[in-house]
């Protein structure tokens, strides 16, 4: 079958898909009607996050039969409108789980200890040990905003720094004992009673702009917020409000609402540590990212080839 490679995927995957005798299709930038005629004669299109399948390029791709993405979350592919033309959609969430609890713990650490200012004021010819004092995470309080995966991964870790996680994720009742997390708590329990709120959920229609004005006057003054997940969980206009007034202590944000942001005014703010959506941008995650996606998508192709 003739499959399309429309963002950047592991070279070792895209080998697996020619070696199983599939012709590939590599392509960058395409989207919209140039999207709709390259898809012309494919019957699999693989993503990552960048190529916009949206409702319009899934109806006017008359051949395609499935999409798989390599990475976590479907927000850039038009799942419903998928489903309504028999159309297959599949993804990989687990392939990024560790990328991104470390880099949760990267931007606390580097946060609480300032380490990008201090190594920037050390570099200017500057030795200033008192102004730079920080922040131990042992003995905080971190909430969790969603605990499948991902969440997981991050209390795994956080326990291994001493510090005390709760979680709340209205589609778990229950988790394992062994990873000692406290929970499940409402949001507006999780948000009043946590030193640091780190979010790991999708980006719904339910989740957009969960964070808003009302969950931020919730927090403590001195707390953190860590988005590491999508762009868009966040209302980004109240969370400025919230850094500037002096309600929240400081925001640490790997993801946007638009991407890239430009010229936005949170990262003209000294209380936000921000990132370019760095979360699976490791080789082993890029790499777990592309082999499972070709897996899923060979072995969703040749159960298509067997119903012929």
Request: hydrophobic content about 50%; glycine content about 10%; aromatic content about 2%.
């Amino acid at each position: 079958m003739k499959i399309m490679v429309s963002d950047p995927i592991d070279k070792a995957a895209v080998a697996r898909l020619r070696a199983a005798g599939h012709e590939v299709v590599e392509t960058q930038g395409l989207n919209g009607p140039a999207l709709i005629a390259a898809l012309a004669g494919c019957a699999a299109l693989l993503v990552r996050g960048a190529t916009k399948v949206t409702g319009e390029v899934v109806r006017g791709a008359d051949d395609l039969r499935v999409v798989v993405r390599a990475g976590t979350g479907l927000d850039n592919v038009d799942a419903e409108a998928a489903k309504a033309r028999g159309i297959v959609v599949l993804n990989t969430p687990g392939a990024n789980r560790v990328s991104v609890a470390e880099l949760v713990f990267g931007l606390l650490i580097a946060f609480e200890r300032h380490i990008v200012p201090a190594g920037g004021a050390l570099r200017g010819g500057s030795w200033e040990r008192t102004r730079y004092a920080g922040r131990e995470l042992a003995g905080r309080r971190l909430g969790l905003i969603g605990f499948g995966r991902i969440g997981r991964e991050v209390a795994t870790r956080a326990r291994a720094f001493d510090m005390t996680v709760a979680a709340h994720d209205p589609l778990i009742t229950s988790w394992p004992a062994a990873l000692d997390v406290q929970g499940p708590l409402s949001l507006d329990e999780l948000l009043a009673s946590s030193d640091i709120v780190s979010l790991h959920v999708p980006l719904t229609a339910q989740t957009k702009n969960m964070i808003g004005e009302r969950e931020l006057a919730l927090m403590r003054a001195d707390a953190l917020l860590v988005n590491a997940a999508r762009g868009g969980l966040i209302d980004e206009v109240a969370l400025e409000a919230a850094l500037v007034n002096g309600r929240l202590r400081g925001a640490l944000l790997d993801v946007f609402a638009s991407e890239p942001p430009g010229n936005h005014p949170l990262l003209a703010l000294p209380n936000v540590l921000a990132t370019p959506h760095l979360g699976a941008s490791t080789d082993a995650a890029q790499g777990r990212a592309g082999d499972e996606a070709v897996t899923l998508l060979l072995e969703t192709l040749a159960g298509l080839e067997a119903r012929r």
